[in-house]
């Protein structure tokens, strides 16, 4: 939270409507996105109690567990929801394109051109998958206890989602509740912010009804049924709790059908409106601008699937159930540094982002006064350090002697603070500048800012991202217990309780 | 079993076999009031796989699928009606309304019986005190509810509802006292072994010592492994190693120590002799503890008291101050 | 038994319990002053005359330098190399040793008896073993990091001030690995034990810097359980200004009562404000100012006969980047250029002789877990030889009363005693026993 | 002149406190700055009709009835057989040695029983336990007093000796997956732990027992991943423990905080609305967007706070200089409303912040 943020959801309740906190979108959103609504049986552990899935919005497959507290039954919507996630995914596996290597004596990449993008309401979809996947991954598909080749695939799968789904820069799996208030901000609290319809009914409330209506709508159970994966407590005591007691009684599968038809109905009034939502926000989101970099971010989702997809063929183990202490070391370095990334992308697509690094004077945006582009100094030799000066009304808290800054529309090149003075509330900063010229001792045309240039300067940089050192797995030393035992299939995670 | 039924607003997949179904919406049409229930009418063209299984469904459609479909709206309705008075805490309304729930459903479940053809019965045919007597005299020492069903499973043939043994006690006691010892034998109480007030939850049988039915701290667990021991023993004999005898078997054997390793499969001895291992350590305890109070029992207490135990304190007093 | 001789013998023992070999690890707790890098000094350079050749590992670059310069004006007899980054200029008064070696690979060091670098610059050694290493600041260090280097050494020696602040990750609010025994986002010391439970685990048992008004205060603080006691004498520290105050500002007032008694709190009228309020600012400002512009002198076990405190003697201190900067803009400006200013992260292991500190929780509404950490106020309230000067709005205390205090709790996660909020309690108590009201 | 008690009682509206649970007194820690809800526990008032009753209702701490029910069986499940599965647990996982398989059943023996000597039993019981005649207590009546009465708590706990100490065992329903819990259910059990750990305390100190014997760790017993198995995990709780220590003994003052009520003002729930609604507006609320989840008059409270900044979260606030109204937040951001002294700072900030997006939103 910023104040920038603090100020946007003050004139959110102030004008009843929700504002915009960034100027650009900076979530990619797929043309062809796969929508999961799903819902879970109370006092079960991620019991699956339906779900309506699909990848477009007037065509949904409503999927029942009739009896949610079979086991048999709860694999039988595994393998459904497995079929249509699956081919879902299967579908992006088709197109590849291929990439200069990396390095240079590696084979030239090949990549998919484009990977699937799963939606779910609320965070807890995200952690329904997850548990969804820690639930299936290890099952197996011969012995005693096996289950249909679907399932533990789509463990893999949904373990996978949601793991990126920790990462901020990645899109593969996307909760509605977060991509939307990632671009405005409402009049209400965040934790209000976390009803999906509450949240919906401040962005566009429904004709005839102010946002603050829609947002008080929202919170009754009946108007606006609970996103999920949790039901209404009511519901489940009036509704499911009856009709799964006729289930369990029925005296004749004729009686029996009938009693599912009426809980797939009662089910779907549920999820429709969710289901209606989930879509009405993709289409929100979708409409706005893209920011820059969204394309490049979305590319490297790309990457990440396309390994996922050769890992899956090539060995294709369950990912553990908690990451190792190697893993774990490497997962923080990647989130660290892709946090840092994104952090600075979005501020250099997006003023309003890199408004939050002004207010706290860590960045600044003025106009070039002075620009001497033909600056030297001597150092062992003499060098081309071009010289401006930005004048600013920013309240500029970087001092003479921070170096490293740089403008987002020259990223190649640092420059370092020489001077400050203030006059009339404005400061002039005198800088420094090294790289983006060349090597020559003079910079080409457009390589130095230009007198009544904008320019925006801060400590935010996009970085190559090393891989970083980190020991083998078996390499693991005594200080963090020593090697792990290496994975093996075995028959108490494939027999696993499930109740 | 699979069936494609087509409603007003898509499909409908069934799989009967294996209780699953899936709908498919062709359009949008949520609506917040009920949509109307619907399918298998006779002009859609649903294809049916077995012949029986459709004449079964046609005739219940036939039948009294208007009336039903009358009453699923009403219930529906009445149930919507009700979350509303409970969330806007409307007590009056709401005490109405599920006198109405009730009788709407009350005459659903007739039509349903009416419709549907009487489900085969498949419990033992023995009466249930005989079923508890079965399994206790297996276990041979006082068992909650739970318990004695899932011995009866295991050995005998035949489901038993754990839930109607809680009114079985109080049978046995008020038969007990308009005519003592006209049966052969009760279904009685343990007792407490420091105020010999009955234990909440457990049954034994009249026949066994004062000794065996007095609950001392240490006798839930001394049971516990007498009770396991049993089973194995039981287990042993041939035919008897079923799949729920062994599933019972195993919950025993997870709770004592030595009794099972966790990847085998479980044996019978070795429950056996883990149990009797550990029985050592506490049986004198328990058994001291247990003597003394049966002897107390013996002497403070009627016949019929040290049968279902005494009354507990307070309720003694009460029923003293009243007379 | 004088303190000197109380903390010999506990050097001794540590020396002795690592180089004894039969511990892969040893773990030493050490107060604020208690003379870590003294101990790092010499059991590098009492190490490394015996013939061995030992590593050590710091966690900055600052930190590496002054090591180096301690070890050789300890030591001019041994080679030392300094493990470091390309683009690493040596600093003059590292260049002023010709026996130390800077290389930025390994191989070019192999002749040095004591090898210095960064945590970061070990990282990039990925062959060979050496047999002694000594990581600096264990508990600043993260467990990742460690993870990355521990190969490299057999037998280890890690000290650090449990106090202090834990290690920093910006993916704070990710709890993928909470309660693991390989938590990366813990300090080194922390997953070392949890895998380790039976390492030897020693401490050094008092400070030389705390002044005997501030050490107790600090030990019942910050440390509970261990405690720990002043070296120095009530009478070996002292501090006064040679000219009178005015004798009417506040400021005045509370540079007299830290003079007399080690500490000060200047209280603002309460009030909440934005993180840089500017009057708070002005206030810590003045204060550092004035204490310099009266002259003051402090005499101690170093200087019986009292010295003029220098700019570089203060330490002005503030939990977040954006008020350090106000403050040294503020500071600039008002002439109190050569007065160290500083977030609490970067104040660790410092030392001064007065230190006047922002409160981290002065005009706030709430209290989040950032600024209530107790190594954060462990730092700001530990810095000092003399005096230590707290600036902060009334109601702090309301504060604390009415935060709600219970977190989400993640099992088997790794907990930190003491409690923030008890110790930020403890150390308020103390505080308004020395309150001076601001206008 | 009126005793504190009576002013309670009257505040009430006469009739029964209504009885606290550990969940309700856990409860007290999570806004422990706001007078309106110190009062209305301190009372007793039956806060979810007062909030239906001035148009609010609530359904905080609705379960869904398969959630109860799964709870119920859970917990039946670790206590069958004289707590067979328990006691595996805490051997595998404490070292419990085996001669130790004592079980105490403390409930209530039926309806002639009164609470006082039901606790009576249990101090007795508890207090004559020597190391190896008692291990596990079930169903002990513990008490707490509240604002200087004595609240009965009846927790389903078992109370277990090992050792030296007695340790509470807390039996909850929600899973352990790979050791991992979801850490607000936790923090939320754990608080009630503490609730008994203190009220454990106590019973051993009336006893003249020392009341460090009950240890500060709980012992939480979860169903394991999927299934119904049951794993235990040991919980520190000695920050929750301090927590609800310093809210107690603030009740204790309740009497303070009673004078800053006229002295006529009551929350019967039986007031017409209009009045009720007046009657609470006397105490003063301390309103965050997390009270929504944690106490009944959450709603009516934000209603309340409309136009204030609190509505949005206490961040905001925060992020907003303390400035209290959203309509002065925004006229100093544009500049409309000059600002008093104190809020010069935070009007230069809000000023700038308006700047930025006009300028950003604007391009």
Known sequence: ?499 | MQLRAATPSGTMDLDLRRGSFTVTLNAICWKCSPLPASGFSSGEPAKPKTGEYWKRVGVWYGAGVSSMDDLERTISGLRKQIRQSVASNDHATLAELRVKLRQAEKQWDEALDELAPAAPATMSLLPLREQVHQALTVLTVAAAPKLIAAVHEAFFAGAMAGGQLTHLRRDEERSFRSAPHARPYYLCSAVTADRLTPVRGLLAVSTWPLERRVIGSLSPRVDFLTAAIRVAEHVLRPGAAGPHALQLLRRFAASIPGAWADADEVSPDMVMRAARAELDVHDHSDRVQRRAAAARASKQLDESQQLFGAAPLGVARQAGERR | MTAAEQAERAVAEIIGTFTSGAHRGVVVDSPPGAGKSTLVVRTSTELARQGEQICVVAQTNSQVDDLIIRMATAADDLRIGRLSAGDYRPSDEVSRFPFVRVASKIDDLASCKIIVGTAAKWVYVTDGQWPWAIIDEAYQMRSDMLLRIASRFERMLFVGDPGQLDPFSTVEESHRWAGLAWDPMQSAVAVLLRNNPDLPQLRLPLSWRLPPSAAPVVAKAFYPFTGFEAATAPQTRGMKATAAGLGVGPVDDVIDIAAETGWGFYEMPARNTIRTDAEAVQATVAIATRVLQRGTETYCEHAPGGRRIEPGRIAVGAAHRDQVTALRQALEASGGSGIRVDTANRLQGAEFDVTVMLHPLSGRIDATAFHLESGRLCVLTSRHRHACIVVGRAGIPDLLDTHPSVEPIYLDAMTKFPDGWEANQAMLAHLAGHRVAAF | MENTEQRLSRLRGGGDPEAHNARTIAAMTRNPGCVRRAIMDAAGVDKPAVAAAVGHPTSIGRLSDFAVSRGISFETRVKSEGCAELLRLLREQLGLPVPQAHYEDLGSTGKGETVSGRYLRSKAMLDTAEQGTGTLFDHPLLRLSISGVWAYLEPDLVAFQLGEKFYVIEIKSFPVIDGVADASKVAASVTQSAVYVLALQSLLSEAGRDPGLVSHEVILVCPKDFSNQATATLVDVRKPLAALRRQLSRMDNIAALLHLLPANVTFDPELPAMELAQALTQASARYSPECLAACEMGSFCRAEAKGSTAILGRTVREDLGGVDAVSTALELATGRLQPTKDLLQAAHVLRLAQRMRTEALAR
């Open chain 1, 1 to 499: 939270m910023s104040t920038l943020t603090a100020l946007a959801r003050v004139q959110a309740a102030h004008h009843g409507a929700a504002q915009q906190i960034c100027t650009v979108r900076h979530l990619h959103v797929h043309d062809r996105p796969l929508v999961l609504v799903p819902l879970t049986l109370a006092g079960e552990t991620n019991a699956p109690l339906a779900a309506m899935v699909g990848d477009r919005h007037g065509n949904p497959q409503v999927l029942v567990v009739p009896r949610p507290r079979l086991r048999e039954q709860r694999f039988v919507f595994v393998e459904r929801l497995a079929n249509i996630v699956l081919s879902y995914v299967d579908g992006f596996t088709d197109d590849v394109e291929t990439l200069p290597a990396k390095r240079k004596d590696d084979e030239p990449r090949q990549r998919f051109t484009d990977a699937p993008q799963v939606w779910v309401p609320n965070p807890g979809g995200v952690e329904y998958l997850r548990l969804m996947g820690r639930m299936t991954r290890f099952r197996q598909t011969t012995g005693d206890y096996a289950v249909a080749a679907g399932v533990p695939q789509l463990g893999k799968w949904a373990t996978w989602l949601a793991e990126q789904a920790e990462y901020p820069d990645s899109s593969v799996l996307v909760a509605a509740t977060q991509a939307l208030t990632g671009f405005w901000a409402t009049g209400q609290s965040s934790l209000e912010d976390g009803n999906l319809a509450a949240l919906m009914g401040w962005i566009a409330p429904p004709a005839g009804m102010t946002a603050e209506q829609a947002a008080a709508t929202a919170e009754d159970p009946i108007l606006c049924p609970p996103a999920g994966p949790a039901t209404d407590p009511q519901f489940d005591r009036l509704v499911l709790a009856p009709a799964l007691r006729d289930l369990e009684e029925a005296p004749s599968d004729a009686v029996r059908v009938r009693v599912q038809e009426r809980l797939t109905l009662a089910l779907r009034e549920q999820m429709q409106p969710t289901w209606d939502r989930v879509w009405q926000a993709i289409g929100l989101l979708g409409a706005q601008q893209p920011g820059g970099s969204v394309e490049q971010r979305w590319a490297a989702d790309r990457d990440r699937f396309s390994d996922f997809v050769a890992y899956l063929r090539d060995t294709g183990h369950p990912q553990a159930k908690r990451d190792s202490a190697v893993l774990g070391a490497r997962k923080l370095h990647d989130m660290e540094r892709r946090l840092a990334n994104f952090e600075a992308q979005r501020a250099f697509d997006d003023p309003l982002v890199m408004g939050e690094q002004r207010m706290t004077g860590e960045a600044f945006t003025g106009i070039v006064t002075w620009s001497d582009p033909l600056r030297t100094v001597t150092l062992s030799r003499r060098v081309l350090r071009p010289g401006i000066v930005v004048e600013t009304e920013d309240p500029l808290r970087l001092v003479a002697g921070d170096a490293d800054l740089r403008d987002p529309q020259r990223p190649n090149q640092k420059a370092s603070i020489l001077r400050l003075s203030e006059s009339a509330g404005k400061i002039s900063v005198s800088l420094e500048l090294q790289g983006g010229t060349g090597s020559g001792l003079t910079a080409p045309p457009g390589s130095v800012p230009a007198v009544g240039e904008r320019v925006t300067y801060s400590r935010l940089q996009v970085s190559y991202m090393s891989p970083g050192q980190f020991p083998a797995r078996d390499q693991t030393p005594w200080t963090h217990g020593g090697p792990p035992q290496p994975y093996a299939p075995a028959t108490s995670d494939a027999a696993e309780d499930w109740s």
